[in-house]
């Protein structure tokens, strides 16, 4: 296990937003194949690899670039200030959280094919059950991530806190 942080770390350091993008996608197919097999009770010949793929292409094209750039943004605005952890969290559930959330939703229905309308019903059904739980679980694991993790571990702490919110998302979204 040593080696395999050690090998990470130094992944880390010399690809930092490769290394944060990949760690990502592996978060979101997880959390996908998570939904899949243990929620939604799929057998393995009912099973939906594309559905995963999708998920692991947006994590490391989409969602893990956005949020390296997102959490360098935050340091840069706030590192040093008073109460900054707060700060970082409250910026974070103001600004990202909501805007986040629908370029997920959106994201997701255009890598499934859906036209405009559809997307736009799945926004309208999804988008407040969604954000309501996200202030259920990210308000105080942000206030964590930014008060005790050094800003190159923070994508990786949301990656740990995400593989049951990414479970959650799969379920919430993908269903019919």
Known sequence: MAAAWGRYLSLLQKFPLATMSGTTSIIMSTGDCVSQLAIEKKSLHEFDFVRTGRF???????????????????????????????????????????????????????????????????????????????????????????????????????NIVALGWNTYLAWATEKK
Request: hydrophobic share 50%; with cysteine; charged share 15%.
């Open 56 to 158: 692991a292409a947006a994590g490391l094209c989409v969602f893990g670039p956005i949020m390296r750039g997102w959490y360098l943004t935050l340091d840069k605005l706030y590192t040093g200030t008073k109460w900054a952890a707060i700060k970082m969290m409250a910026t974070d559930q103001v600004i990202m959280a909501p805007t986040f959330l629908g370029i997920f939703i959106s994201v997701m229905a255009v890598m499934r094919g859906e036209n405009l309308d559809s997307i736009k019903g799945k926004l309208n059904r999804d988008y407040i059950p969604v954000l309501l739980n996200n202030y259920k679980v990210w308000p105080m694991a942000q206030l964590i991530n930014f008060y005790f993790t050094p800003l190159q571990h923070r994508v990786l702490f949301v």
